[in-house]
């Protein structure tokens, strides 16, 4: 019964893990099992709105970041290449003290470098900010790359800080949300998650060994 109790906790997971920054209201609940669950829905009568800690983003911007005009987004912008974005990579390795080879691997993994880009969920551009979390970064056009990946990159600083700079745990957070790990201090298990790491940390071994492909 343990065995099945944390396996529904962990179908439940699934349902409130969100695959980019920013997070749905969370409620918690105690099942028959005597287990704590997540969920993104009161569930039960005994359901309770999770508290969950304000996120402080770090090292905020010195200056304001110039946003692109949305003329011919395609055009101006082209799909499934890192070429055309390296040089604003570069910027906010240097701004936020973010390894570029990491930066590109998490854009990588996010949106394959489309800046168009546009998940079920809502989450916009190359680093696949929400609307609420690109609201708080000051991100006025999220399918602007160069706004989107200091957005993108600033929040991922701020993952690291809260992870004394544990690159798993803060590509886990920037997935699934800070406070679930925070809970456990490790990778939550959730395959999503799981595999999301795992998919990031092998782009940046590929880009920091200098075996990429251009991509």
Known sequence: METMGKAICLMVL?????????????????????KRCYTNAPTSDNS????????????PRSQPWPEARLLGRREFWPKGSSDAYNSHISLCSNRYNVDPYLIKAIIRAESDFDSNALSGKGAQGLMQLMPGTARDLHVANPFD???NIDGGTRYFRTML??????IPLSLAAYNAGP????????????????????????????YKGGNGTGR
């Open 161 to 166: 800080d809260t992870f004394n700079g544990n």
């Open 14 to 34: 699934l349902f409130c893990a969100a695959a980019s920054p920013g997070q749905a209201e969370v409620y918690s609940y105690v099942d028959g099992q005597g």
């Open 145 to 147: 790359p160069r706004a």
């Open 179 to 206: 406070n679930l790990v925070k809970q456990t201090n490790r990778i939550p298990e959730i395959p999503e998650t799981v595999e999301y790491v795992q998919r990031v940390l092998h782009h940046y071994k590929v």
């Open 48 to 59: 309770q709105i999770h508290e969950s800690q304000e996120v402080v983003i770090s090292k």
